[in-house]
């Protein structure tokens, strides 16, 4: 594996994290935060895909 694909591998992980935990905050009803991890999780995908 090269390295920019590890770390493409990376950082989609950590967007994939940071998606699960909004989806998690947005079901308890903290739509503020949900919303801050949800920009997260697309600024991570992003960057993975460049």
Do not use: H, I, P
């Amino acid at each position: 594996m090269t390295k920019l694909r590890g770390e493409a591998l990376k950082w989609m992980e950590e967007a994939l994290w940071d998606l699960e935990t909004a989806e998690d905050l947005e079901r308890a009803g903290r739509f503020n935060t949900a919303a801050f991890y949800s920009q997260q999780a697309a600024e991570k995908a992003v960057r993975a895909a460049l």
